[in-house]
């Protein structure tokens, strides 16, 4: 049964016309007004009565997405820019490799020449390269947003992916020379200053888009395994209110900045360069990094999520 419009019939009459003119001949308002004799603003008008009183009904049929509600009510409660939803691990497979392969189509649709991507360094990023790939090749531009030299704090020169992802893309990449974290903060302070640390690092700021996980505190925790926090430090940042980190810069259930010692001996990217960068993705799930997702969103510093269905309805449950 057609639905009942509720307005007079001329008023009716005149907003069809108006709507099949300019969503079927694709006439513009102004065009619209010269033909019927109407004011650009009364078209506009009648445009606008015609979609709230029903006679103009827009239907917007995505593709097939199981998660699609999901991705709906994350995008709106936490006002991020993008969400890439994913069901849970197959049997025999791990959620970081579900996650990675979420990661590696979402990245894959949003190459383009020229772009230039920034890579951070974890163990779900590092499982990207067995799925990821492109229909075309793109002269795109792949970067680090951290050093990646192995040094005795931080054993991450295993996670450097970024040269496969740009191979894979048909691009090329830029690696920060430099170890992740060093010894002193005279240390850091000259390896940056240093022309080609520091042209590396200017390239991984102009990124327009940065892709990387969020670290948590437990002693599974990377920056744990390779020596660079002890037990001690993970309960000192605790008791800080820490709740994870990001690039190695560690953050409270707020996404405010914890300062600690290893902010002066890291070597790259800030939380602030996360925060200016027009998209700053995440991949990241579980139950143990809930908070840390949720204090990333609230500092600011993601801005598109890629997250597996049970840490989606978790987030939309705690709320933002």
């Known amino acids: 049964m057609a639905e009942t419009i509720k307005l007079p019939r001329a008023e009716h009459r005149l907003c069809a016309r108006v709507a099949r003119l300019y969503y079927e001949s694709e006439l513009t308002q102004e065009q619209i007004g010269e033909f019927l004799g109407l004011s650009r603003m009364k078209v506009n008008r009648l445009l606008s009565l015609a979609m ?3 006679i103009v009904q827009v239907q917007i049929i995505g593709p097939d997405e199981p998660h699609a509600e999901l991705e709906n009510q994350l ?14 691990p197959l049997p025999g497979q791990s959620l970081g490799l579900a996650l990675a392969a979420a ?3 979402w990245l894959s649709e949003r190459l383009e020449p020229d772009l230039v991507i920034g890579i951070g360094l974890g163990r779900t990023v590092a499982l990207m390269p067995q799925t990821f790939s492109v229909p075309q090749p793109f002269n795109c531009h792949f970067v680090t947003l951290e050093g990646v030299g192995a040094s005795p704090n931080a054993g991450f020169a295993a996670y450097d992916v970024t040269s496969r992802l740009a191979d894979a893309a048909g691009g090329w990449a830029e690696v920060i020379s430099a170890p992740t974290f060093v010894s002193t903060t005279e240390m850091r302070d000259a390896l940056i200053a240093e022309p080609s640390v520091a042209s590396s690092l200017q390239t991984a700021r102009s990124a327009s888009l940065m892709l990387q996980s969020v670290g948590t505190l437990s002693v599974d925790a990377p920056l744990f395994r390779h020596g660079t926090l002890s037990k001690k430090d993970l309960a000192a940042l605790k008791k800080a ?3 994870g980190d990001a690039l190695g810069h560690f953050f409270d259930e707020d996404g405010q900045h914890v300062p600690w010692v290893t902010d002066g001996i890291h070597v790259g990217l800030t939380l602030s360069d996360l925060v200016d960068c027009p998209t700053s993705a995440v991949v990241a799930g579980g139950e143990e990094k809930l908070l840390a997702i949720r204090g990333g969103i609230r500092g ?8 597996d269905a049970a840490t989606a309805e978790r987030l939309i449950e705690v709320g933002p």
Request: proline share 0%; glycine share 12%; charged share 20%.
């Open 52 to 54: 709230k009183s029903g």
């Open 300 to 307: 600011g510093f993601i801005h598109a999520l890629i997250t």
């Open 75 to 88: 995008l709106s409660l936490f006002r991020l820019k993008d969400v890439r939803v994913v069901s849970g």
């Open 241 to 243: 209110g820490a709740v």
């Open 103 to 105: 990661a590696s189509d």
